[in-house]
């Protein structure tokens, strides 16, 4: 087993995925990784708290504080790039491994697709202490995928199904990531052979271990629970919320709402150059299908034999966002990397039936010229908007240092106010107060990039306060922040920056941050 490990590290295609994937991880990302900019989610700052690793149990992440023990509770940026680096490269090696790719240019469109994409951005920018392990369950749901359809080990099953059921404890998006896979070497071997009768049982039978896998997870999930005496959470992301539809009626307006979610992902990507890269995401699709069926009609495809590729065709589009269906309609940016593995389908169709002679190469030239003009734009884009989405988180965090120290001023300069004793009470947020300003031709509208300041919930403030500005300051829950708030002394004050945002208010010091919204 070591020997096989180290003749896989010393191969050629390994090294090149491996260097070429570390320039595009830097040049997407390199900003955040040697920078501080914690906000938002990521306020829980440079400590995660054993509250927070039971947070996660409650949602169904319950592989998560077990990496927590092994990587340390403390997130620096540096190491979860580093981490996250070379969760990447093994996605990516694998992905190659699955799909046979052999020209050393699509392993580089692949890993350009990938490593730039809009998920792992806004995933570094607001929730970086997720960040490595997100990528890392991406890498399992992949090697649970490649088990299945590539290994001769007789443990295959066992261990695809322990390696899935891992992902999902980290990230339940990773379904999706599974059946996508499972699905696209489906369709591969239908467009190649004859023989429907064995690619039909060999994908029922995948499709069959997935679904397995995904009764394992709940069961861990709830088993966890129960032997911890913990309460499942109703959460917008817990496995506790999955959807519950009564009605046929209600699961066809599920599907259709998911059809249009994933269309709107489209017609309105994150990345910088929108309008030529909405142009190119349905260009490229339909070169995708096209190419399918072209291939069907020249191989003189059967009745069932096409009937099977639309149907998984459809299950294709409905698999990358299924956990739209799952949950609620619940469903953004962090939620979408299936959608860039979809990239790749295309990107192996073009190899493959270059390898079959199955089209004209002239019509495949013209394809895959196209396809390469199309993924470097594509990339392009990606490097721009991450750079400027860490840019604009960079501002933010800087914007909240030195307003919070003016409000630390303000706060000493009041009488009876004692630090660590005093209790303190914040109304309202910068973000909706006079000093909230948007910068121009910054993205506002993806997953955690709407407000321009770090602070974005109540318990911001006193993490913000005590974890990095390290000044400790006796924070109250939200529950007394909201019954201090409805008094109507404090509903007259102004807010920050006025002089009459802090006060002291029956013993509590009070600071009005905006209008009161909870």
Known sequence: ?????????????????????????????????????????????????????????????????????????????????????????????????????????????????????CTITLLNATYIEYSDMYIFSFLLATLSSYLLLKSKSKLKVPLSIILFVIAMGIYQTTLPIFVVLIIISTILEVLKKNNIKNTFIKFFKNMSIGAIASG?????????????????SDKYN????????????????????????????????????????????????????????????????????????????????FSINCTFFFSNGTLHQLMIFPMFILYMFLIVLIEKLLEYKVLKSSYLRVAHKFMLVSFAFITLSSVIYSNQVYLKKQMEFESTKLTMNRIIERMESVEKYNVQTTPVVFIGYLKDGPLAYKKPDLDYDSVGLWSPYSITY????????????????NVLDKEASLQIAQKEEVQKMEAFPSKKSIKMVDDVLVIKMGPYSY
């Open 1 to 117: 087993m070591y020997n096989k490990i180290i003749k896989e590290i010393k191969s050629e295609n390994f090294k090149f995925i491996a260097i070429i994937t570390i320039i595009f991880m830097l040049a997407a990302h390199g900003f955040v990784y040697l920078n501080t900019i914690f906000s938002h989610d990521s306020m829980k700052i440079i400590y995660w708290g054993e509250s927070l690793s039971y947070d996660t149990l409650e949602i169904g992440r319950f592989t998560i504080p077990v990496l927590l023990l092994i990587r340390g509770k403390y997130y620096p940026p540096f190491l979860i790039g580093m981490l996250s680096i070379i969760f990447m490269i093994l996605l990516i090696y694998f992905l190659v491994k699955l799909f046979s790719i052999k020209d050393k240019k699509y392993m580089a469109i692949l890993s350009s697709i990938l490593s730039t994409s």
């Open 238 to 317: 817990s496995v506790n919320s999955l959807a519950k539809y009564n009605t046929l009626n209600d699961i066809f307006n599920a599907i259709k709402n998911q059809y249009n979610a994933t269309i709107n992902f489209i017609i309105h990507p994150s990345t910088y150059y929108k309008k030529i890269v909405i142009v190119l995401n349905i260009s490229l699709i339909v070169l995708a299908l096209l190419l399918v069926l072209l291939t069907s009609i020249k191989r003189k495809k059967t009745i069932v034999q096409n009937i099977f590729l639309v149907i998984l065709i459809l299950g294709l589009t």
């Open 458 to 473: 109540y318990l911001n403030y006193k993490q913000f306060l005590n974890n990095y500005m390290g000044y400790p300051v």
């Open 216 to 232: 394992l997870y709940l069961v861990t999930y709830k088993v966890t629970l129960k032997i911890l005496n913990i309460a499942p």
